[in-house]
């Protein structure tokens, strides 16, 4: 059974700028509410994030990128509001899955966008950030991840990190959740409800690759 906290249901999502009442009738103040929303970059976000996650050359211009701001659960049992990039045509199953999370009451350790950490993928996940966008090649290849592209997405990376079939670890501070056996808050396993609510929306999770596995990460392409 996987370690999450017991929270009340939430009632109301806010999608792209509307509020939508969820399945359970109206919406009560005395219930968490999952609030999420996307927005264009803005100017100044677009100086913080040239030279730092974005840069010429990028497979994407930052006009097809969106900012989400969501809430979701924090390791303490608090609401927490987060923030990612991820490509438009991307935004609403996001927003969606997100509040899929939500609902579970599924935690999350932080979520800022990678511009925070510089840019520097190995920082964020040292962090146990979970982030989206980040314009940078698969490790030890020249060949555009799908980060890149906004449409790849990684949880806990701590919790959930990645491990090659050799048995190389990152972040290091992932190693004793290498186990998979184990349960523990932030942790993803396989059928899980946090596979399944980016299932739904069409992401795959890299903990089902075989060799080398990538326990944080989910992505439009199943890469």
């Known amino acids: 059974m996987i370690a ?12 792209l700028g509307l509020v939508i009442p969820a399945a359970g009738g109206p919406a009560r103040d005395s219930q968490p509410q999952f609030v999420g929303k996307a927005s264009k970059i803005d100017d100044a976000r677009r100086k913080r994030m040239t030279g730092r996650s974005w840069h010429r050359g990028c497979p ?4 097809q990128l969106r900012l989400l701001r969501v809430r979701h659960w ?23 899955s997100m509040e899929d999370l939500f609902r579970k009451g599924f935690p999350i350790r932080r979520m800022e966008v ?13 962090a146990d950030n979970t982030s989206a966008f980040n314009c940078r090649f698969v490790a030890g ?18 919790e959930n990190p990645y491990v090659t079939s050799s048995g190389h670890v990152s972040p290091p501070a992932g190693r004793p959740y290498a186990d998979r056996g184990r349960d523990a808050d932030g942790m993803i396993h396989r059928g899980d409800p946090t596979v399944r609510a980016f299932g739904r929306v069409g992401w795959e999770w890299g903990g089902n690759w075989s060799g080398t596995r990538d326990y944080q990460h989910f992505s439009a392409t199943g890469q």
């Open 4 to 15: 999450w906290m017991k929270v009340a249901a939430p009632t109301v999502v806010l999608v």
């Open 60 to 63: 994407v211009p930052i006009s």
């Open 74 to 96: 924090n390791f303490r049992g608090e609401i927490d509001r987060g923030r990612l990039i991820v490509h438009e045509d991307s935004d609403r199953a996001i927003l969606k």
């Open 114 to 126: 990678i511009d925070a950490y510089n840019g520097d993928d190995r920082r964020s996940m040292e």
């Open 141 to 158: 290849t020249q060949r555009w991840s799908q980060h890149a592209f906004g449409r790849a997405l990684d949880v806990n990376p701590i």
